[in-house]
């Protein structure tokens, strides 16, 4: 496991850096720079679009080439563009080249996901369990990274976030290399190719989810600074919300999904999920947005890891790193699109209810749409014969 440890610090590290400039650049990029939150959308949206595509190529390379070397490229790729970031005030302050770095930040970030899960799926004997352990480590992140990065820019000035990014991934790219390279060997209890029907409805359901978790940042950021007047640190600590619910219910969490299987987790998680952020509607004050943040974080307690896990559990050894690069290749298309409508839907409604209610139809279709697609075949999702080896 020592490989899953190892990547799950890696997790933490880049979410800490990574996560503030995610969360945090609708904002940069509307208050200081100038731009309009449909044009920050457009942004974001065409960032994560060329990400998604980039990711399933990573995937095969990295099947290829190595997963390690994939880790350690993305963590310098990074490093270095944070580093620009902190060097130039040139490049930082201008609406044109600013955005073009951060695109670099958000197609290194995704490239390394397809290795980095393969690694963890090559390292654990059950998938669900090092992907649930990975899932904290991202959260720590997730969650401590954008309420130090609230603190960070108080009074507007995002210099010390971008700082903080080059410490944190240059600290990442140093421990990238004590990796140990996996083989992909062993067998499958299901073996399906990328083609398979099963990937794509798997793939296409991530999909509309995250078109859901992509609200996080144009829709959320926006919602609660612009309409519900909420400051920065007010803001940090909804995000820290989330990540402390998953260091204190991931494990609980892992121990009923076990249980239930994945696909009851899928679809549990999947509508708490949706559910959770469609509270933020009828809420105007930090509380409420945390409640709501408390709810739709168990959601994807359950989900996310049950997405990974039958994803691994259904590639053949040789292709783990194609798959799962096609996965979080309809992830990221997910997170494209979702800035987007975000983008759309509050240039054209403040309401709140029509807001939310737009930007979360879609977490619904998607558990609609797996539970049509697997009902009859929630075996296959469901009962893979894990063994708990760890």
Known sequence: MKNVETVTILSTLRGL??????????????TNLGLSILQ?????????????GLQIYAGILADRFGYKRFVVL??????????????????????????????????????????????????????????????????????IGPALGGFLIFGGDFFYLFLFGLVTASAGFLLSLTLKEVSSTGTRTVELNAANRMLIVLSFVA????????????????????????????I????????IVVIAAQGLVYKISRKIGNYLSFIIGGILYSFGFF????????????????????????????????????SKPENIGRNMGTYNAFISAGRAIGPLIGGAVLSFTTNSYELWGLTT???FISVMVFMAAFWKKSHVADQFPETATH
């Open 207 to 234: 999909l509309l989810l995250f078109i859901v978790q992509a609200q996080e940042t144009i829709t959320l950021s926006n919602y609660a600074k612009i309409i519900r007047h909420l400051n920065f640190n007010e």
């Open 236 to 243: 940090g600590l909804i995000y820290l919300t989330n990540g």
């Open 40 to 52: 920050d959308g457009l942004i974001i949206t065409a960032g994560s679009a060329v990400a998604a």
């Open 279 to 314: 509270l933020y509607a009828f809420f105007s004050a930090l509380p409420g947005f945390i409640f709501a943040t408390v709810i739709l974080t168990m959601g994807e307690n359950f989900t996310f890891p049950a997405g990974y896990a039958m994803v691994s559990l259904v």
């Open 74 to 143: 993305s963590m310098a790729i990074s490093a270095i563009l944070f580093a620009v970031l902190v060097s130039s005030p040139t490049i930082r302050q201008s609406p044109l080249l600013y955005p073009i770095v951060f695109v670099g930040l958000m197609i290194s970030n995704a490239s390394q996901a397809p290795a980095a899960n393969a690694i963890v799926s090559e390292s654990s004997a059950v998938k669900l369990r090092g992907f649930s352990i990975l899932r904290i480590g991202n959260n720590i992140g997730w969650g």
């Open 17 to 30: 850096g990574y996560s503030s400039i995610w969360i945090y650049s609708a904002l940069y990029l509307r």
């Open 361 to 363: 139809v879609w977490g």
